[in-house]
């Protein structure tokens, strides 16, 4: 019942933009943290920003300080990622997770659901 639904990546440019949604049914999104995470080609899982249930607390990775932003609409039950200025380094899926409790966590335990991902190719 519980789904999560990712779109919006695609091949951008060094320097572009793109927006990944996330759109949840199944269960009360306004309830419930969220986050986004990536893994790259032979690489781990690396979470890339989180979100509070009703948006007043966000989190983002070092990596993509001050290039990505967390956006949640709880009146239409999705998430967003706003990506900008995109480096080749960012290539890779982009998941969004659904956290147990409202706030969203950085251990990979503490999401009970994740998406199947949305590919982001950054490539000049």
């Known amino acids: 019942q519980v789904q999560l639904v990712e779109s919006g990546g695609d091949l951008a440019q060094p320097g572009g933009s793109l927006r990944l949604s996330c759109a949840a049914s199944g269960f009360i999104f306004s309830r419930h943290g969220m986050s986004w995470t990536r893994q790259a080609s032979g690489k781990g899982l690396e979470l890339v920003s989180g979100i509070s249930a009703d948006g007043s607390d966000t989190y983002y990775a070092n990596s993509v300080k001050g290039r990505f932003t967390i956006i949640r609409d709880n009146s239409k039950n999705t998430l967003y990622l706003q990506m900008n200025n995109l480096q080749p380094e960012d290539t890779a899926m982009y998941h969004c997770?659904?956290?147990?409790?409202?706030?969203?966590?950085?251990?990979?335990?503490?999401?009970?659901?994740w998406g199947q991902g949305t590919q982001v190719t950054v490539s000049s």
């Open positions: 997770g659904r956290a147990i409790t409202r706030y969203y966590s950085d251990k990979l335990h503490d999401y009970d659901f």
